[in-house]
């Protein structure tokens, strides 16, 4: 079964500056991947997405994920960020073949002036 | 956006009372989800659908039933509610055809049972 991790739970970091939001999985195969995005209150919001090909993905927002399939992962990442950025993000991973998804916890972003 | 709407976004109730939320989608949608947000737990899926009358259990569907008697509807009921259950609750729906399992979500329900 497929597992994600997002090991940090909470980020801090000024706004204009760089990002990058781990994520790693478990899964036997290339899977899929996807990074969400929760605004306080809201639902989920679907930034980009990995299916297969080009390992560096575009999204929504300024946002991008590279897949790395040697250190099984999917890093978020940004140039710089906007205050209106500040949020709950989720790395969220599926199976070939399967319409489930597994999240990771969460990394909770907060933006400082 | 994705059409789905989540009814009533807000519940206040007691233990032991039963409990039923609503997901309605717009879109046609094969696959529908229920999913509980708690902190540090993020998202876990509760039930899932895959058709009319077509559910499975997910990883904490103890406490938890589901019905989808339209493509439309997908309805999650506590039976008798617990404090336990307080939490807050997503639909989901995707499709099929390529799309993979890409997901779309509903505003939540916030749910509190005292």
């Known amino acids: 079964a497929q597992s994600v991790t997002q090991p940090d739970i909470h980020i801090t970091v000024s706004e204009g500056a760089s990002l990058e939001l781990r994520c790693n999985y478990s899964?036997?195969?290339?899977?899929?991947l996807f990074w969400y995005v929760q605004s306080p209150g809201q639902g989920l919001q679907l930034l980009l997405k990995?299916?297969?090909?080009?390992?560096l993905v575009q999204g929504i927002k300024g946002f991008e994920a590279e897949f790395k399939r040697s250190q099984s992962s999917f890093n978020l990442r940004k140039p710089s960020v906007h205050w209106s950025d500040a949020a709950e993000y989720f790395c969220?991973?599926?199976?070939?073949?399967?319409?489930?998804?597994?999240f990771g916890q969460g990394t909770r972003l907060t933006i400082n002036p | 956006d994705a059409g789905i709407t989540q009814s009533p976004r807000h519940k206040v109730t007691e233990t032991g009372t039963p409990v039923t939320l609503r997901c309605h989608q717009t879109?046609?949608?094969?696959?529908m989800y229920w999913y509980r947000q708690d902190p540090g737990h993020g998202l876990r899926l509760i039930h899932y659908?895959?058709?009319?009358?077509?559910?499975d259990k997910g990883e904490v569907s103890d406490g938890y039933s589901v019905s989808r008697s339209k493509t439309e509807d997908f309805l999650l009921t506590l039976e008798s509610a617990t404090s336990s259950q307080t939490s807050v609750y997503f639909c989901?729906?995707?499709?099929?055809?390529?799309?993979?399992?890409?997901?779309?979500f509903g505003p939540g329900t916030r749910l509190t049972v005292l």
């Open positions: 990995y299916f297969s090909g080009d390992t």
């Open positions: 879109e046609n949608h094969r696959y």
């Open positions: 989901a729906i995707s499709g099929t055809g390529g799309m993979g399992p890409e997901q779309f």
């Open positions: 899964y036997g195969a290339t899977p899929y």
């Open positions: 969220a991973v599926g199976a070939r073949g399967a319409q489930k998804l597994v």
């Open positions: 659908s895959y058709g009319v009358k077509d559910t």
